[in-house]
């Protein structure tokens, strides 16, 4: 599956679920280079202007992609998400050609929601407590973060169903995605058995100030067409 995003260079989004009922994204780009504990603060021109981040990702309280999961590792009765990770955590040798990793994550409280993109295998656990995975730290990750409303969430779930993602957990009521028939087959880990095998979605970011479009292109393995014939 590829991302593209109109109107910026790069954007890697990091998402803060705070203690109130909306779900939203904070402008924070982040990126891990291989060997490294802290993070490069991300902005959309020359790679030396990167700043450096101040919390190595082992600090469950200091470090924003901490921040970014708290809700996910614990309980908050107004945020539900779904995870996936083709290295689904705590399961081991599951078979699978995806490589997706990533968190849906909405607000049952408002129209609030965030999807969040990861590169890193077998985390995060679900309800357990944040714990960096020391054998990650010899790689490069990233965090891709956007901040939506709730009506965004089927296109995002019909580009992820072309690639059968291994979904680890789910606890979104189907209250919260009633008329959306792409996320209820995802959870519900359907396979797509007839054309189209591709797909183009457009989603926007919820931000006011300046709302991002992004395309989502994505094939399955039953397509003959690559991503360069989008």
Not at 84 to 113: E, F, H, M, R, W
Request: hydrophobic share 40%; glycine share 4%; proline share 8%.
């Amino acid at each position: 599956m590829l991302l593209k995003l109109s109107k910026v260079v790069l954007i890697f989004h990091l998402i803060n679920l705070s203690h109130s009922q909306t779900s939203t994204c904070r402008t924070n780009d982040v990126y891990k280079a291989p060997a490294q504990t802290t993070g490069k603060i991300i902005h959309a021109g020359a790679v030396g202007s990167w700043a450096n981040g101040q919390a190595p990702f082992t600090d469950p309280q200091g470090h924003s992609f901490a921040k970014t999961l708290e809700n996910v590792v614990r309980d908050n009765p107004t945020i539900k998400f779904l995870a996936y990770n083709n290295v689904p955590p705590g399961i081991p040798n599951v078979k699978t050609k995806s490589n997706s990793k990533g968190v849906i994550i909405l607000s049952t409280a408002a129209d609030s929601a965030a999807w969040v993109i990861h590169t890193i295998p077998g985390f995060p656990t679900a309800k357990t407590p944040y714990a960096w995975p020391a054998s990650e730290t010899a790689r490069g990750h990233l965090l891709i973060c956007l901040s939506i409303s709730k009506s965004q969430i089927n296109a995002i779930a019909a580009s992820l169903l072309l690639v059968q993602p291994v979904i680890h957990y789910n606890d979104i009521p189907e209250t919260e995605t009633a008329g959306m028939p792409y996320f209820k087959k995802l959870a519900e880990g359907q396979t797509p058995i007839i054309p189209p095998f591709t797909s183009r979605r457009t989603i926007r970011s919820q931000n006011a100030a300046a709302p991002v479009t992004v395309h989502i292109y994505s094939k399955s393995e039953s397509s003959k067409y690559d991503l360069n014939s989008f």
